[in-house]
Structure formats: C-alpha cells, structure tokens
C-alpha cells in the first residue's frame, strides 16, 4: 500500500472520516475522495515546497488524511507557516 494509502488506513481507525463544515464526508473507508453533496471543495494530494527554504513539505501523521490550508515547514531552521488554496495534503508525489 502507499504512504498516503497507510496513513488513510491508519486515520480510518483512530478518527471518524474527514467531512467538511457541513458533516459530509470527504472520503470513504477506502480512501477515496467523495464529492460532498453541499459543494464544499474535495482536498487533493499536492506537491508543495515551503515558500522561505524550499523544502519539500510531506505530510505525517493525521495530516495526510485531514486536508488543510496551514502548512507548516519541517525543517528546524526555517518552521515557516503558509496558506494554500485549496485544501490539499502535502506528498512526496502524485500519480498522473
């Protein structure tokens, strides 16, 4: 399985699914994106390299499958904080 397929899992079981403001859900138990009947917008797996360093930004954890628009730079140096539109999870890479 994926990285992001592992931590989807591993989410699936400790959290209930991502939903939006409205409670509908984002994905299913499979992790695949649902779009929410209220028209919220579905998060996207994105390739995202902080704006201060340039490193690389992958999400971990819980993050990877609760999509967010604070980003936050693992690098100890740098911990810069920035806002992406839309919603997205931070990858290594993205399948075409």
Known sequence: MSELGDAVAWANQHHPLPRCSHGAALQDASGERLEPPCGCRVPMPAILHCPSCHQQ???KGEFVARPHHRH???N???GFVWRVEPYCVGVAGVKS
């Open 76 to 78: 100890v140096d740098c």
């Open 57 to 59: 930004h992958v999400d």
């Open 72 to 74: 936050r730079c693992a």
